[in-house]
């Protein structure tokens, strides 16, 4: 269960002298819904980022106690939500080497076969090195609570959604960095979508129940696309926004992989928090989670030495009561977004 990198997909942007020289002819007629969501993603990604620019980014575990503590806090989080039935812990948690394409692409994996969560080395390098993989770790245990079933495009948004709403509970019990770090992915977030309308001319998707999107050409709106650009210069810092561009112009090579990304774990996601949050405050359909059967420990030979892994098999599907986005809803209201 790769994630591809939320950071790492989304900076964004181009320059708007690009954008411009992309769109052949006039500005066609824009659908109301896709222009006001647009609106309000520049609000939310700015007032994110004027108390963001005011906190301390989440520090990463310094030790396995820290780690071990962290993960278990986590988990028990998941299970606070109503978000699962079952509290599985991971075998391991290890950062490893993803091979080229991937190690620009992907944050982290649960390596469902292992019940390892695996995390891209590169959080260890100066390339991400300033990014907290905290948001990847939640991310990677909710999909080990069981978050396997169905298509990419479902389960990858629904542990997403998921995710964040574990991101704000611990940011509401004031465990440290988490503010920063929902805060930090909110703008982001905020700014991929905005780039997905004003790109790919996507629209909001407002379930998870839905197929990957398809690249079908690009569809930049200049006065959109301009927009968005005066937006980023402001709320990102110049080396914030030299790197969100650089890793725009990798992702704008693979237009096919990056509007499947942008769909999967930032417009759906994004849109259906809001909906939620900003309306009735529970998520309108129920997300699905996999029984986790006969957890055995296995022996096995890795090459140099022997290793003891959990292994355990996949059962029936568990359809879960709808999430209350309470703590994100909270968050919101304390910026005065919704
Ligand atoms: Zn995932």
Same mark, same amino acid.
Not at 92 to 120: C, E, H, K, Q
Not at 174 to 190: K, Q, S, V
């Given at each position: 269960?790769?994630?591809w990198?939320?950071r790492?997909?989304?900076?964004?942007?181009?320059?708007?002298?690009? /954008?411009?020289?992309?769109? &052949?002819?006039?500005?066609?007629?824009?659908?109301?819904?896709?222009?006001?969501?647009? /609106?309000?993603?520049?609000?939310?990604? !700015?007032?994110?980022? &004027?108390?963001?620019?005011?906190?301390?980014?989440?520090a990463?575990?310094?030790?396995?106690?820290?780690?071990y503590?962290?993960?278990?806090?986590?988990?028990?989080?998941?299970?606070?939500? $109503?978000?699962?039935? !079952? =509290?599985?812990?991971?075998?391991?948690?290890?950062?490893?080497?993803?091979?080229?394409?991937?190690?620009?692409?992907?944050?982290?994996?649960?390596?469902?076969?292992? /019940?390892?969560?695996? =995390?891209?080395?590169?959080?260890?390098?100066?390339?991400?090195?300033?990014?907290?993989?905290l948001?990847?770790?939640?991310?990677?245990?909710?999909? &080990? !609570?069981?978050?396997?079933?169905?298509?990419?495009?479902?389960?990858?948004?629904?542990t997403?959604?998921?995710?964040t709403?574990? =991101?704000?509970?611990?940011?509401?019990?004031?465990?440290?960095?988490?503010?920063a770090?929902?805060?930090?992915?909110?703008?982001?977030?905020?700014?991929?979508?905005?780039?997905?309308?004003?790109?790919?001319? $996507?629209?909001?998707?407002?379930?998870?129940?839905?197929?990957?999107?398809?690249?079908?050409?690009?569809?930049?709106?200049p006065?959109?696309?301009?927009?968005?650009?005066?937006?980023?210069?402001?709320?990102?810092?110049?080396?914030e926004?030299?790197?969100?561009?650089?890793?725009?112009?990798?992702?704008?090579?693979?237009?096919?992989e990056?509007?499947?990304?942008?769909?999967?774990?930032?417009v759906?996601?994004?849109t259906?928090?809001?909906?939620?949050?900003?309306?009735? $405050?529970?998520?309108?359909?129920?997300?699905?989670?996999?029984?986790?059967?006969?957890?055995?420990?296995?022996?096995?030979?890795?090459?140099?030495?022997?290793v003891?892994?959990?292994?355990?098999?996949?059962?029936?599907?568990?359809?879960?009561?709808?999430? =209350?986005?309470?703590?994100?809803?909270?968050?919101?209201?304390?910026? /005065?977004?919704?």
């Amino acid at each position: 269960m790769k994630r591809w990198a939320k950071r790492a997909a989304f900076g964004l942007i181009v320059v708007s002298l690009v /954008g411009g020289l992309l769109v &052949a002819g006039a500005r066609v007629a824009f659908p109301p819904e896709r222009e006001a969501w647009f /609106g309000r993603l520049l609000v939310l990604a !700015q007032k994110a980022d &004027a108390e963001y620019d005011t906190l301390t980014p989440a520090a990463d575990p310094e030790s396995w106690s820290e780690l071990y503590l962290l993960v278990k806090e986590i988990i028990y989080q998941i299970e606070e939500e $109503g978000a699962t039935t !079952q =509290l599985i812990r991971p075998a391991s948690v290890m950062f490893a080497d993803f091979g080229p394409g991937r190690r620009s692409a992907v944050a982290g994996t649960y390596a469902t076969a292992d /019940g390892a969560i695996v =995390l891209n080395e590169r959080f260890l390098t100066p390339a991400w090195g300033d990014s907290s993989w905290l948001s990847t770790l939640i991310h990677e245990l909710v999909h &080990a !609570q069981g978050y396997l079933v169905g298509d990419s495009s479902t389960l990858e948004s629904q542990t997403e959604i998921v995710a964040t709403e574990v =991101l704000a509970a611990m940011a509401n019990l004031n465990y440290p960095g988490a503010r920063a770090e929902l805060l930090d992915g909110l703008r982001r977030d905020a700014l991929a979508m905005a780039y997905y309308i004003a790109r790919f001319g $996507g629209d909001p998707i407002h379930t998870t129940y839905t197929e990957d999107m398809q690249f079908s050409g690009w569809n930049s709106d200049p006065v959109l696309m301009n927009r968005l650009a005066a937006a980023r210069r402001a709320i990102l810092t110049p080396t914030e926004l030299a790197r969100s561009d650089k890793r725009i112009r990798w992702w704008e090579e693979r237009p096919a992989e990056y509007v499947q990304v942008l769909g999967k774990y930032v417009v759906t996601t994004i849109t259906m928090e809001l909906d939620a949050a900003c309306g009735s $405050g529970t998520v309108a359909e129920a997300f699905q989670q996999a029984e986790f059967l006969n957890p055995q420990e296995r022996l096995t030979w890795d090459g140099t030495a022997w290793v003891m892994q959990m292994s355990a098999t996949w059962g029936s599907t568990i359809e879960l009561p709808p999430l =209350l986005l309470d703590d994100l809803a909270y968050v919101l209201d304390g910026l /005065g977004y919704c």
